[in-house]
C-alpha cells in the first residue's frame, strides 16, 4: 500500500484544514487507518483512527471535539478535519494503515507527511 497525504498548510489559530490521504496498491486498507504527528523536537504521537469496515472513531484527548476522523472507503481515502486550531498542534502529520489503534507500532504503512502550520 501507498498513501499520499495532501491538505496541510499554514493557517491561523482558530482555523481550520482538512487532510486526505489515498492508498493505492495491494492489500488494500481492511482494518483501519490513523493520523499520527510529529511536532519539532517531540515524539511521533496518536491522533486519531477509524475503523475501515463500521467507521468507528478513537482520538487523542488533545483533540477531542475539535479534530474528525473519517474514512470514504470506496475512494480509500481517509480525512482528518481540523478545527479550532491551536500553536500546538503545529506538526508533520503523517496517514497510516491498516490498525485501529493508537500505537504506531500496529501500522505497516506510512505516508509522507504533510506540514501543518498554526500561526498564533
Do not use: H
Not at 496541510?8 to 492508498?23: D, H, I, K, M, T
Not at 482528518?80 to 485501529?100: I, R, V, W
Not at 500496529?106 to 506540514?115: A, E, F, P, V
Request: aromatic share 12%.
Amino acid at each position: 500500500v501507498q498513501l499520499q497525504a495532501s491538505g496541510g498548510g499554514l493557517v491561523q489559530a482558530g482555523g481550520s484544514l482538512r487532510l486526505s490521504c489515498v492508498a493505492s496498491g495491494r492489500p488494500s486498507i481492511t482494518y483501519g487507518a490513523a493520523w499520527f504527528r510529529q511536532a519539532p523536537e517531540k515524539e511521533r504521537e496518536f491522533v486519531a483512527s477509524v475503523d475501515w469496515s463500521n467507521g468507528n472513531t478513537r482520538y487523542a484527548n488533545s483533540v477531542k471535539g475539535r479534530f474528525t476522523i473519517s474514512r470514504d472507503a470506496a475512494k480509500s481515502t481517509v480525512y482528518l478535519q481540523m478545527n479550532f486550531l491551536k500553536s500546538e498542534d503545529t506538526a508533520l502529520y503523517y496517514c497510516a494503515g491498516n490498525s485501529q489503534l493508537p500505537s504506531e507500532s500496529m501500522y505497516d504503512y506510512w505516508g509522507q507527511g504533510t506540514l501543518v502550520t498554526v500561526s498564533s
